[in-house]
């Protein structure tokens, strides 16, 4: 008894610890993206100056825009691919199976320089210019094997009698695909866009060597901001990304509970 007190008091300041370090500097940022002065430890009032500044910064915006619309289509691409990819390694047996699961593995724990530098040597040798079909490919087949694993979860938890159970009422097999399968597989497909896209989002070592100068993505766009000094809109982007990411946290949870 005389040790499980402090046993239990060691853990509780742990843990108290650990989240302090990980949401405290959360909350200071968002707190300082309201601050109406420039000096982040000195407080001028409760403001949304930055935000407006944040909104006039045409170019801080086109790399926004720009990131978005690259992980919506990375995502699209990866999901699409992953999910036809799942379902082959699923149902079907054909000879470099075991290959093609290794190689997917292989990708995911691949460091990202030696993926960023295995792309830009494609690109060179094949004469793509860098630009966004390079970023395109690039997130796209980075993000693939994380949907082809979670879609290959679900798959695995599916009754594959349902299917037969289809046939045998007369449809066909493409039918009862559509019908049946993709239904039951919609969660794990939502989940692995979603995922796609923060990965796509969140991506700065990969896209630092396949972009090129006529698409600026906004990860790398901060970073070079951050590098001269880290400027009041800066904090009010990080906050509203932090809002997109609990937004898509929110979602991804929704969907784990609509699997179950």
């Known amino acids: 008894m005389s040790l499980n007190r402090p046993l239990r008091v060691f853990s509780r300041c742990y843990m108290t610890l650990i989240f302090t370090l990980l949401y405290v500097p959360i909350l200071v940022l968002i707190g300082i993206s309201f601050n109406d002065s420039r000096n982040p430890f000195l407080w001028g009032g409760f403001s949304l100056r930055w935000y407006d500044k944040l909104l006039g910064n045409a170019n801080l915006m086109d790399a926004a825009l720009n990131t978005l619309w690259l992980g919506v289509t990375a995502a699209t691409l990866a999901t699409l691919i992953g999910t036809l990819t799942a379902t082959a390694l699923y149902r079907y047996r054909f000879r470099g199976k075991p290959l093609l699961n290794g190689m997917l593995f292989t990708v995911m724990m691949m460091p990202d320089i030696v993926m960023a530098i295995a792309f830009l040597a494609l690109f060179i040798a094949l004469g793509i210019q860098l630009g966004y079909l390079s970023l395109l490919v690039s997130h796209a087949t980075f993000c693939l094997p994380f949907v082809v694993i979670t879609v290959y979860s ?4 599916i009754n594959p009698q349902l299917l037969e159970a289809a046939r045998d009422l007369g449809a066909s097999e493409a039918r009862a695909v559509w019908h049946v399968l993709v239904p039951a597989l919609m969660p794990a497909i939502a989940s692995g866009w979603l995922l796609s896209f923060t ?7 990969i ?3 396949v972009t090129g100068p006529t698409f600026e993505v906004l990860p790398l766009r901060i970073y ?8 009041p809109e800066v904090n009010a982007l990080a906050t509203l990304l932090l809002g997109l990411s609990l937004c898509l946290l929110v979602i991804s949870q929704w969907l784990i509970k609509e699997k179950k």
């Not at 070079?224 to 400027?231: F, I, T, W």
Request: charged share 25%; glycine share 10%; no cysteine.
């Open 199 to 205: 990965l796509s989002l969140d991506d700065v070592v």
């Open 224 to 231: 070079s901001m951050v590098r001269l000094g880290l400027k």
């Open 207 to 209: 896209s630092t060597f």
């Open 154 to 157: 679900r798959l695995s938890g």
